[in-house]
């Protein structure tokens, strides 16, 4: 159908030259719809390559140089998280009961692109940015379901933006930790695998219902370690569905210098 939100197909082309593309549209397997070929030409932007591993297999390079990433830790837009002392200049945390998926306001956004300017205007080149639940993780509350995150996900796009603008590196973390802990570090509480309070303490029932729980957790309280989720083949498809799709919408960049599959593993079933 026609509407206002078309689709973007994101290619990295291997060689420069004229190029077709045919593009169908399959529902389980069955051709729903073939569309027009698409013809376009590639040309040598003079931009720099994919960032790889060196032959030495300890170092990375680009192109004929070989790099040492060193940066800063962008965990998260302030103002998302009830620590390192957003509330002085945008406010208290923004989750909400049942609203998990509207933790980070655009306005928390807006500071965080502009410091991460900043950063490349004075100098920086590498950043590292985590996947986390209360900023830009594109599925916690149902298996699967990404829709209502998807503009975390547009987020991501703008921060590649960034990255591509000034020539920035970025390390793409696909998971943080917090939602694979019993009871979570840095009062990430809300977040975390048990659902306990800041004090460690297992809440209500009430309480538990008004803010959800991370979708993998989906058995009765204490019936289910965080780390089954990586032995179960059901949740695994899921971890691998999410993964293929980060992958899928982001991996055309050369921007992106490493694809981490998860933030300090250690921490798994930590309380």
Aim: hydrophobic share 35%; with cysteine.
């Amino acid at each position: 159908k026609s509407n206002d939100h078309p689709f973007r197909i994101r290619f990295a082309p291997t060689d420069v030259g004229a190029w077709e593309a045919e593009v169908y549209l399959k529902v389980k397997g069955e051709l729903v719809r073939q569309f027009d070929v698409i013809f376009f030409e590639v040309i040598d932007g003079k931009k720099p390559g994919f960032v790889k591993v060196h032959p030495n297999q300890v170092n990375l390079m680009r192109d004929d140089k070989m790099i040492f990433p060193i940066g800063h830790n962008l965990l998260s837009p302030p103002g998302a998280i009830p620590w390192g002392g957003s509330e002085n200049y945008l406010g208290k945390n923004h989750f909400s009961a049942n609203n998990t998926e509207k933790a980070t306001n655009t306005k928390s956004w807006d500071f965080y692109f502009n410091r991460l300017n900043e950063f490349f205007i004075e100098g920086g080149k590498f950043i590292r940015d985590i996947q986390s639940p209360w900023m830009s993780l594109i599925e916690f509350e149902e298996k699967g379901n990404y829709f209502k995150r998807l503009h975390y996900a547009q987020e991501m796009d703008s921060l590649i933006e960034l990255c591509e603008k000034y020539d920035g590196l970025i390390n793409f973390n696909l998971m943080m930790h917090e939602p694979f802990m019993k009871y979570a570090d840095y009062d990430m509480d809300k977040w975390d695998w048990g659902h306990y309070n800041e004090h460690g303490e297992q809440e209500t029932k009430e309480w538990v219902l008004k803010y959800p729980k991370y979708c993998y957790n989906d058995k009765p309280f204490g019936q289910k370690e965080p780390h089954e989720s990586f032995l179960d083949e059901n949740d695994l498809n899921y971890h691998k569905q999410r993964t293929r799709y980060y992958i899928a919408r982001y991996g055309y960049s050369t921007s992106i210098y490493e694809f981490e599959i998860m933030s300090e593993p250690f921490h798994i079933n930590q309380f």
